[in-house]
């Protein structure tokens, strides 16, 4: 079965991390230090939504900025939402029209 995106084209993923970064008063060099990331590029990337963080990485940003892993991608976890409500609504229309 082909996946189909609902709402959103994911070339860029939004998120919260550039706002957070500049609350905290880090730079992207200070950030790469924290995590263990090798340059400040990777964390260009992950701000600009190029590129996405490992799980464990994304917890650690979270930690360094004193949130939660959901306020850092609140614009992603809304598009998720939807899609996962489009996707419930579709199964429950099949289920009145082939009962199981």
């Known amino acids: 079965m082909k996946e189909e995106k609902v709402g959103y084209n994911y070339k860029t993923i939004p998120n919260n991390l550039r706002k ?8 992207q060099k200070q950030v790469a230090f924290f995590l263990g990331v090798e340059n400040a590029g990777m964390i260009s990337r992950w701000e600009k939504g ?14 360094l900025y004193h949130t939660m ?30 009962p199981e």
């Open 50 to 63: 190029s590129r996405f963080p490992s799980p464990v990485n994304i917890f650690r940003l979270a930690a």
């Open 20 to 27: 957070f970064r500049k609350m905290s008063g880090y730079t």
């Open 69 to 98: 892993v959901d306020a850092l991608y609140f614009s992603l976890l809304r598009v998720v939402r939807k899609e996962i409500q489009v996707r419930r609504d579709e199964l429950e229309a099949r289920r009145r029209i082939l």
